[in-house]
């Protein structure tokens, strides 16, 4: 079944506590991308990454960190967490083709909350 | 002004209704548009992509004017289980992906 798999889907911890959401999809998708959604704000782009070691900004990178070492795992990692990072988080997966890209395919979210 | 603007609604219509929301956007480079469905705090999927020349899908018509930037999506005869919240999605190429804030719909019996 193809799909994009984050974990934890749950998570409380405390500030400063290093933590690490992975992402794994498996429909050999180039495009990976990780999004907070916040109430009124909506969902925001934190970084994105076109293919393996390349990885880019989004709207709201301050306090995350991301790494493409491989083709299927995208994680996000929260250095020093902070109560302003609760938040419910999604990573999505996309082909590119040509100019245009497809259509994002979701995972089921992470809810973090940071104490 | 936000980069892509939506209301939020909500829209509470009754079944069998047509109901129809708008999504404007600001920057003209944009290139992909598409509409995605939220139930409530779970994962976007997605309803339709815009096309120009406009395209239907069943019950759902999705339609894009550059000229005046904003797209469309209209719902006719209203299902009970069309109640959730419409996300208007509008890609730059490859990097950029700008969601609106959703327009909620409760279709009442």
């Known amino acids: 079944e193809a799909q994009v798999t984050q974990n934890p889907r749950y998570l409380i911890t405390v500030t400063g506590k290093k933590l690490t959401v992975t992402c794994s999809q498996n429909?050999?998708?180039?495009?990976m991308s990780w999004y907070r959604q916040d109430p009124g704000l909506g969902l925001r782009q934190i970084y994105y990454?076109?293919?393996?070691?390349?990885?880019d900004k989004g709207d709201v990178p301050e306090g995350y960190k991301v790494s493409r070492k491989e083709k299927r795992n995208f994680p996000l990692i929260l250095e020093s967490p902070s109560p302003n990072q609760t938040s419910l988080y999604f990573c999505?997966?996309?082909?590119?083709?040509?100019?245009?890209?497809?259509?994002?395919?979701f995972g089921e979210g992470s809810r973090l909350t940071v104490l | 002004r936000k980069e892509v603007e939506q209301d939020p609604g909500p829209f509470n219509v009754p079944e069998g209704a047509t109901v129809a929301f708008n999504c404007t956007y600001s920057?003209?480079?944009?290139?992909?548009f598409f509409w995605y469905r939220q139930d409530c705090r779970k994962e976007p999927k997605l309803l339709m992509s815009v096309y120009s020349s406009g395209n239907e899908d069943g019950r759902f018509t999705a339609q894009l004017n550059r000229a005046s930037q904003y797209i469309s999506l209209l719902i006719r005869d209203s299902k009970l289980s069309d109640s959730a919240t419409y996300l208007c999605?509008?890609?730059?190429?490859?990097?950029?992906?700008?969601f609106g804030t959703g327009t909620k719909l409760q279709v009442i019996p």
């Open positions: 999505a997966s996309s082909l590119i083709r040509g100019r245009f890209t497809g259509e994002l395919f």
């Open positions: 990454s076109m293919n393996v070691e390349v990885t």
């Open positions: 999605v509008v890609r730059e190429g490859y990097q950029k992906v700008t």
């Open positions: 920057n003209s480079a944009s290139q992909s």
């Open positions: 429909m050999n998708h180039e495009y």
